[in-house]
């Protein structure tokens, strides 16, 4: 089954300007399976046919895009920038980032974002999400990481220093990992690299699953750990052990966490974000 979001882009049909996490669902919802939510797992499939993908815009594309409706009130560091989307799916979570955020200055996302990483276990769904983040961004290095979360590298993780790092976990912290995952020791990973790192997470509450676990332990971890007052060692009149091997260290600047329900499907929907620096 071809893409037919591949080929709205290379037949021209489907352009950086015309294409947006609105349109993309508008357009390209179908309805191929008559039980969709089966054919989706309940929309936490790792899907293998363009098909699913078309129907996961008809099921759940609407829900997706609601759960970034609530935005923090913060001001975007200007600087170079990699997003970072780790089961991005088709692209959807991507398209609602940059439709939705904007800079505060003059400037547009062209101007700052320099690459993008997808992560996604389904090779039709990156295909797609490549196709359109090189669609809107055609001067950025777009790089596919065809995997799990739990299977990701630290040669994965690395990344340029001195930059804006954000990390999207859109709807994927609320799907089940596998047991041996060490999410907090994954967070402390990807936020090593030298630079600003925004962390954001999305996800909806699955009626009977304890499925927003995840998202509070992280922002339990980042609220005790990496939340400190600026005073230094010297300035509490401690000297400093030069002996002790230099480290990274994390400051959490923002934090947020936002729950709220949406009255048409009456679900429960959590939002985490956080800054942090890291020196
Ligand atoms: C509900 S979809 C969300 C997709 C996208 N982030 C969005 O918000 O539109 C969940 C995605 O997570 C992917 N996924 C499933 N298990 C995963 C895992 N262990 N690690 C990373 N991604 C996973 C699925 O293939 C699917 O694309």
Redesign the pocket.
């Known amino acids: 089954m071809t893409d037919k979001v591949i080929e709205a882009i290379n037949s021209g049909t489907l352009t950086a300007d015309n294409l947006t996490h609105e349109t993309l669902r508008e357009k390209y919802k179908r309805q191929p399976y008559e039980y969709g939510p089966e054919a989706l797992s309940r929309?936490?499939?790792?899907?293998d046919d363009t098909d699913q993908l078309d129907q996961?815009l008809y099921s759940?594309?609407k829900m997706?895009n609601e759960?970034w409706e609530k935005q923090f009130e913060f001001s975007m560091i200007d600087g170079d920038t990699t997003i970072i989307?780790?089961?991005?799916?088709?692209?959807?979570?991507?398209l609602?980032l940059v439709c939705r955020w904007s800079h505060d200055d003059d400037k547009t996302w062209q101007d700052y974002l320099k690459s993008v990483i997808l992560?996604?276990?389904?090779q039709i769904?990156l295909n797609r999400a490549q196709a359109i983040a090189q669609l809107k961004f055609p001067d950025a290095t777009i790089r596919t990481i065809h995997?799990?979360?739990?299977?990701l590298d630290n040669n994965d993780l690395l990344f340029d220093t001195n930059k804006v790092m954000i990390h999207?976990?859109?709807?994927?912290l609320?799907?089940?990992?596998?047991d041996e995952?060490d999410l907090l020791g994954f967070f402390e990973t990807i936020t090593s690299t030298i630079g600003t790192h925004y962390i954001h997470v999305?996800s909806h509450e699955v009626d009977g699953m304890n499925n927003q676990t995840n998202v509070l332990k992280l922002y339990k971890h980042i609220a005790s750990k990496h939340v400190h007052t600026e005073l230094s060692l010297d300035d509490l009149g401690l000297k400093t052990d030069l002996k002790e091997p230099e480290k990274v260290r994390r400051t959490a600047t923002n934090m947020a966490l936002n729950t709220f329900n949406i009255p048409r499907n009456d679900k429960n929907y959590t939002a985490m974000f956080a800054c942090i620096k890291t020196i």
């Open positions: 929309g936490r499939g790792i899907f996961y759940y594309g997706g759960q989307d780790y089961g991005c799916g088709q692209g959807l979570s991507f609602n992560i996604e276990p389904s769904a995997k799990k979360l739990e299977e999207i976990f859109s709807q994927v609320d799907i089940p990992l596998a995952f999305v």
